[in-house]
């Protein structure tokens, strides 16, 4: 890949870093320091219906399943700027074919091809 591809890609995967780090650390104080009094206006600290419960802890759950699918795609992120420093950003992990623009352009972090990465997918 040349060097100036390279430097596009390095910038947009600096780019997705930055805005990930900053939707995660908003995501974990809204999960982890949400208070109810500014959830729904109860003057209480304690839910009165056993569904405020499930439902306190279903969206608590959702947004640390959302944190843990963006900290992957972090390290995805991560990963991939070191194959930008080593020179073999672009190149499957898996097969060593050269991965399409047209896919580092969808997904900057890719690691594999489209056919490994379904491979890998399908647990083969």
């Given at each position: 890949?040349?060097?100036?591809?390279?430097?596009?890609?390095?910038?947009?995967?600096?780019?997705?870093?930055?805005?990930?780090?900053?939707?995660?650390?908003?995501?974990?104080?809204?999960?982890?320091?949400?208070?109810?009094?500014?959830?729904?206006?109860?003057?209480?600290?304690?839910?009165?219906?056993?569904?405020?419960?499930?439902?306190d802890n279903f969206e608590q759950e959702f947004t640390l399943s959302l944190m843990q699918s963006e900290e992957d795609?972090?390290?995805?992120?991560?990963?991939?700027?070191?194959?930008?420093?080593?020179?073999?950003?672009?190149?499957?992990?898996?097969?060593?074919?050269?991965?399409?623009?047209?896919?580092?352009?969808?997904?900057?972090?890719?690691?594999?091809?489209?056919?490994?990465?379904?491979?890998?997918?399908?647990?083969?």
């Amino acid at each position: 890949m040349k060097k100036d591809d390279m430097k596009l890609y390095r910038n947009r995967l600096l780019v997705l870093r930055a805005r990930l780090r900053g939707d995660v650390n908003s995501m974990a104080e809204a999960a982890l320091n949400k208070n109810r009094m500014e959830g729904n206006g109860d003057l209480s600290s304690m839910p009165i219906h056993m569904a405020d419960i499930g439902s306190d802890n279903f969206e608590q759950e959702f947004t640390l399943s959302l944190m843990q699918s963006e900290e992957d795609i972090l390290e995805k992120i991560e990963g991939s700027l070191e194959r930008i420093e080593e020179g073999t950003y672009g190149t499957c992990e898996e097969c060593g074919v050269r991965i399409p623009k047209t896919r580092l352009n969808a997904i900057p972090y890719a690691e594999f091809c489209v056919k490994c990465a379904e491979r890998v997918e399908q647990g083969g």
